[in-house]
């Protein structure tokens, strides 16, 4: 098309060229001409109207999460911009697509702090792989192109573009585009010659996955190279999506809570072999499992951004490759794993274990209650959940199938099970959506309950409630035992809550009571919210608040 449009039409016709099909937003009167452009594009662009911008942030990014495309969401300038960073900031550390596009003032005003004005290069800099600001009409689809490929490249991440308001409104006569290309690397001969030399010389060898820019192909290529050689798989802090845990090869997942036995597996293989996971804080047990610089165990790192690769750790051998292509590679690498056969098999022995249901205190048994979810949900059950110690009992209990039925942020953010659970529906609505909270974690963006009963997204939402910031609370009783302050909370009643909002509300205060209030609300045909009531001395799944206490006052 070269008929002459605003940049509001481009702009949106860029978004149809690029594969968009759903956006997030909050709207603002910064970008009414891109809202008037979506009006004519609403039979090829569903628009999801949010509550709160960091609400609309969450849920591109988890829409990224559960499609691998680039999540889309528009919000206005200023309060609008920094309510979403919260998302940009997610993004940016899962290293997840999304393209925020964010109202500017309008160019006659610049520079003079006018209403709600930002500099959102300097706002944004640290957190985004781009910001730029477009100030001509004729050059929307050179930007919007630009970020496409950027967000989708090497290391996936959020790029953000500002759009002017009187910009907005300028017309040009330009050409459309081509959609992007998804620009990754590939592993060499060399590289692939070098890791099976590496594996030839191992004993006790460990692949941990995590990352994006896998697909559904990628991850049954890695699973035949797993399967052919015999290596034993786990998954770093929330993508234990990436290999099915059910499998025997599945050993469990590297991160926050870890079991104690694969800890010291880490520690004591003599090669980890680490495709897409940044190695950082959480699945390194804060960089002591595998220590900087130079680790203990021969390392063989691969990841999709250059980057990456010998920013923290030095290795034995790093390879610059997309997961689809490592994969593919690896799947046609021939290894002989019987040196290691009993290694995989003890650590498969010791998840099993690990992940058998253990009593915590009060009439609520969260294991079992995580335990009955994953035998009842079906295998393309997507489970949503946001931050907070009520989070171990599902990554320690439950087991992920496949690839994006977890959806969970890697940088500990609060408030996003709820988004996350709405966005993960409109991009799959005829799967089941789980998307479980605790009770502060809850109410940081629970207004998209809303969101979720107005597009009539029977999400069922879980809270579990022990009336505390309980993750601070715990690392209260540690550096300061007794002294409890802050941490406390006077919480609704959230079924009735959800009730008030149109949903289908449960309380439950017993395990007995959970497996029929989930059946109802499963049959609800709208959104369901069941509230778990928890004995607060239910910290972790392996402690209590007492001990945590007791064991601070001797130390």
């Known amino acids: 098309m070269t008929d002459t449009r605003t940049a509001a039409q481009i702009l949106v016709d860029a978004l149809k060229i690029h594969g968009v099909d759903t956006a997030f937003c909050v709207p603002g009167e910064s970008y009414l001409a891109v809202l008037d452009a979506l009006y004519d594009a609403r039979e090829a662009i569903k628009l999801i109207v949010c509550r709160q911008d960091g609400g609309a942030a969450y849920m591109a990014e988890a829409w990224a999460k559960v499609t691998g ?14 309510n979403a960073s919260i998302g940009v900031h997610t993004a940016f550390q899962d290293s997840t697509p999304m393209i925020l596009f964010i109202g500017q003032v309008p160019g006659e005003f610049a520079d003079r702090e006018s209403f709600q004005e930002m500099d959102y290069r300097h706002m944004f800099g640290p957190m985004a792989k781009w910001v730029a600001q477009i100030e001509r009409a004729d050059r929307m689809h050179e930007y919007v192109s630009h970020a496409f490929h950027l967000a989708m490249s090497g290391r996936p991440g959020p790029v953000v573009l500002a759009l002017p308001e009187d910009m907005l409104t300028q017309t040009a006569s330009v050409p459309d585009v081509a959609p992007y290309q998804v620009v990754q690397a590939s592993p060499s001969a060399g590289d692939l010659e070098k890791l099976r030399g590496l594996l ?21 290529d890695l699973q035949a190279f797993a399967e052919s050689s015999g290596l034993p798989v786990a998954c770093s802090f929330r993508f234990q999506d990436l290999f099915d845990n059910r499998h025997d090869h599945y050993v469990g997942d590297v991160g926050i809570g870890i079991n104690p036995k694969l800890a010291e597996r880490v520690r004591s293989s003599d090669l980890l072999l680490v495709i897409g996971a940044r190695l950082g804080e959480m699945t390194t047990g804060a960089y002591t499992l595998v220590e900087p610089p130079r680790p203990k165990q021969k390392l063989v790192h691969v990841h999709a951004g250059a ?10 051998l790093l390879i610059n490759s997309g997961m689809p292509q490592i994969a593919a590679a690896l799947k046609n690498l021939k290894v002989d794993g019987a040196a290691w056969r009993a290694w995989r098999e003890q650590a498969r022995a010791d998840y099993l274990e690990w992940t058998k249901p253990a009593a915590n205190p009060g009439r609520v048994q969260l294991a079992e209650i995580v335990a009955w979810l994953r035998e009842r949900l079906p295998a393309d059950a997507i489970v949503a959940n946001g931050a907070g110690n009520f989070a171990g009992w599902i990554s320690r209990f439950y087991r992920y199938p ?3 039925t977890q959806v969970a942020p890697t940088n500990g953010s609060m408030g996003y099970g709820v988004p996350a659970g709405v966005a993960a529906k409109v991009a799959h609505p005829e799967r089941l959506v789980v998307s479980i909270s605790g009770d502060g974690d809850f109410l940081m963006n629970g207004q998209e309950l809303a969101t979720a009963v107005q597009y009539e997204l029977p999400v069922i939402f879980i809270v579990i409630n022990n009336d505390m910031y309980g993750t601070i609370r715990m690392h209260q009783e540690r ?23 149109g949903a289908h509300g449960e309380t439950v ?14 049959g609800a045909g709208r959104p369901a919210l069941i509230e778990v009531r928890v004995d607060p001395q239910a910290i972790t799944t392996s ?9 601070s006052l001797k130390g």
Request: glycine share 12%; proline share 6%.
């Open 479 to 501: 550096e300061f035992p007794g002294r409890v302050y802050g941490t406390s909370l006077k919480n609704p009643d959230f079924a009735a809550l959800a009730r008030a909002y």
């Open 402 to 404: 496949g690839l994006r």
């Open 509 to 522: 205060e017993e395990t007995a009571q959970f497996a029929p209030a989930f059946e109802r609300a499963a």
């Open 69 to 82: 495309r680039p999540g889309i969401c528009l919000v206005t300038r200023g309060p609008g911009a920094t």
């Open 200 to 220: 030839a010389g191992a004993k006790r060898p460990l692949a941990i996955l995590g990352g994006t820019v896998w697909t559904r192909e990628a991850c049954r």
């Open 543 to 551: 402690t209590t608040l007492d001990a945590i206490r007791a064991r």
């Open 307 to 316: 980057g990456e690769l010998g920013s923290v750790y030095q290795g034995e």
